[in-house]
């Protein structure tokens, strides 16, 4: 069974610094995703990483994937309130044949 | 695009009742899939049906649940009876190919209490 495990689960940090959120997964696959979810809303897709050592920016959010640590990672750089929300990886279950299993999530909280 | 459409936004029904949830993908895309989401159990994937073909449908929690895709715009998820444990966040979300090679583009949820 494809596990996702993802660390800390839950992180208060305050606005300016950097810091990173890990995402374990227990099975071979060279695809990984990472969304991200308000409170009450959707899921909103952030990166999409398809090949070892993928690296993907968008703003202040740089993403990671190493497919032979069978590791990922988000790193958030001088963060912003606006960043606050809960952050999912997901990797799909065989190959691309079939659908995203998530991990719990990783809840994010930017103090000013 | 108006994205993926799902309805109702929230349901709330008693026990035993059936409850009926719906969903339209984005047009063109040939991926659908069914997840929930609930405190205890986070993210799971119920269902997903690539052009309209039940592909995997092992996430499906009991004999309870059935899904339909009979055609490329709309996709049903069924449950009957309903029982308070089912009541969690059911999403909808589509991709444009096979599988989840692709992004997928979740809807806004229906918000399910059974009471």
């Known amino acids: 069974e494809l596990k996702v495990e993802q660390n800390p689960l839950f992180l208060s940090m305050q606005e300016g610094k950097n810091y990173t959120i890990y995402c374990n997964y227990s099975?071979?696959?060279?695809?990984l995703y990472w969304y991200r979810q308000d409170p009450g809303k959707s899921l909103e897709s952030l990166f999409v990483?398809?090949?070892?050592?993928a690296v993907k920016q968008e703003g202040r959010l740089m993403a990671s994937l190493d497919t032979k640590a069978r590791l990922s990672t988000l790193h958030i750089t001088a963060a912003v309130h606006d960043l606050s929300a809960t952050y999912f990886c997901?990797?799909?279950?065989?190959?691309?044949?079939?659908?995203?299993?998530f991990g719990k999530g990783t809840h994010l909280i930017i103090q000013p | 695009d108006a994205g993926v459409i799902q309805s109702p936004r929230h349901e709330v029904t008693e026990m035993g009742q059936e409850v009926t949830l719906r969903c339209k993908p984005i047009?063109?895309?040939?991926?659908l899939f069914w997840y929930r989401q609930t405190m205890m159990r986070g993210l799971e994937l119920l269902i997903y049906?690539?052009?309209?073909?039940?592909?995997?449908d092992s996430g499906m929690p009991e004999d309870r649940f059935s899904a339909k895709m009979p055609n490329a715009s709309f996709s049903t998820l069924k449950i009957q009876p309903s029982e308070p444990r089912d009541s969690a966040v059911y999403f909808c979300?589509?991709?444009?190919?096979?599988?989840?090679?692709?992004?997928?583009?979740f809807g806004p949820g229906t918000r399910l209490t059974v009471l």
């Open positions: 979300a589509s991709s444009p190919g096979r599988g989840a090679a692709d992004t997928q583009y």
């Open positions: 099975t071979t696959s060279d695809r």
């Open positions: 990483l398809l090949s070892n050592g």
């Open positions: 997901a990797v799909d279950m065989r190959g691309g044949a079939d659908g995203l299993t």
């Open positions: 047009s063109g895309h040939n991926s």
């Open positions: 049906f690539n052009n309209n073909v039940p592909i995997d």
